[in-house]
């Protein structure tokens, strides 16, 4: 594996990025020569209005699309040329996402729910149990365990979401308005939550939001301008 030179390495790089979509006979070009990196513990904001290419920065900072150009570095690895089976390992053990929709599985509990990414990622059923419930309890809803999300409130659900996202201890957090669904009280006490754990865990997490107030809370922003990541100052 290509790695980033010693003294360079971040757990999120992104270098000389381009997507562009074919739009009709053009191309819609959405990225051109974007910039990027993320250090371990540091809170990044992305605010940006829609249509600017924010879902698109998300999804190729999660490996779920590759640029046209450039490279993209998570933990030091170049991704841009490995197979999709190697992309697909890494974002497993490496890549964590929180969504503004819970996309909580509806059949099973919230135990089960932080059971099953360990499990596929080859953890033994006990093993993955006694994570996810180490990790309910640190997002104080162990008392929670047992229930399905549509029993659990909706800042209950969404810490759930995020344990689940951290249960195979990635290095890279990936969120999409991960408060956008609650009401601003919730919204508080859940990125808080989301915050300590970032902090303690020593994360690097991207978080694309509207909310200002929770913008300044993180360590910058950033936002897209004509294809480029530049400061935001919001």
Known sequence: ??????????????????????EGKRD???LDGAELALSAGEMVALVAPSGTGKSTLLHLAGLLERPDKGEIYVDGTA????????RTAL??????F??????????????ENLMLPQMIAGLSRKLARERARELLD????????GHRPAELSGGEQQRVAIARAVANSPRLLLADEPTGNLDPATSSHVFSTLETL???????????????????RMDRSVTLDNGQVVAYYP
């Open 138 to 145: 640190y997002m104080r809803i162990g008392n929670r365990a």
């Open 198 to 216: 970032v902090r303690e865990t020593g994360l690097a997490a991207l978080i694309a939001t509207h909310n200002h107030d929770l913008a300044r």
């Open 28 to 30: 819609l070009v959405v």
């Open 79 to 86: 991704t841009n040329t490995m197979s999709d089976n190697r």
């Open 98 to 111: 929180v969504y503004q929709f819970h996309h909580l599985l509806p059949e099973f509990s919230a135990l």
């Open 1 to 22: 594996m290509n790695r980033a030179a010693p003294g360079e390495e971040k757990v999120l790089r992104l270098t000389g990025v381009r997507r562009a979509y074919k």
């Open 91 to 96: 974002r497993r053990h490496h890549i964590g």
